[in-house]
């Protein structure tokens, strides 16, 4: 796997986008019998995405090789796509393990966007966002690839904007606003797995903050695993600060597994 790039705020693949339909399309081809270089020069030089140009395919590869690591930790990512797991229940999946490895969509989303939403914004301005990135400069522990301009700041500020609303957390086009977002329940299960896989403790996963992408708080988490529980698809007991959590699967690339059968 790739050297880890969870600190670095890079604009490169922000500007480029989400590209959550040209993902969905290299994963549906990946083969894991074949390296990740053998598989994004397949895309490159067999234009597998239908890009328009040889350029926007090769940014696509490389967008892609910085966010993912198909064959570790994202691979149950990659299955899902080839099996043809439904779009909308893949994209919250697809942006939970973005988000492993891409500090700056995960800074936003959780303590710009969500803080925004909870107070009750109503519509976001690249403006405020462009103040937000001024702001991480300040931030220790983050580093910054290349030098930014005022141009690059302003880009990379209606990339973000962009980046929530292709995920439907935002609606509008020249005026953000927040849409009336729900988590599948097929992704909330397999976002539970995921967490469970590195953190076996029921509390901090109710409580973690990775549910804040999608405009979850602790009591909605609560309330969804309380309604699974009581159909049975998951065993969720709770005790004051207690709580108690049993999975279906016992990670989530077996449960990634049953969602592709």
Partial sequence: MAKSRSSVVSSFTIIKGSLIDETYAVFRDWDFDKSRTENLRRVRENNTIGATSTH??????????R???PSGRDRPL?????????????KPILLFHMTRDEFLVRDFLIRWLYPQFAQGAYRLHTDEVTKYLTSLSKKKGVDWSGKWTDSTTSRVASGLLRMATDFGILTGTLHKEFASYHLPEESFIYLLHAMADVEPNARRIVDAEDWH???????????????????????????????????????????ARELCA
């Fill in 213 to 255: 992408m999608f405009l979850m708080d602790t009591s909605d988490v609560e309330r969804e695993l309380l309604r699974l529980h009581q159909f049975r698809k998951v065993h969720y007991e709770v005790a004051g600060s207690l709580a108690q959590l049993k999975l279906p699967h016992g990670s989530s690339a077996d449960y």
């Fill in 78 to 90: 990659v299955e899902l796509a080839l099996a043809g797991c439904d779009r909308d229940v893949w």
């Fill in 56 to 65: 926007w395919a090769r940014d696509v590869a490389k967008v892609i090789n």
């Fill in 67 to 69: 966010r993912f690591d």
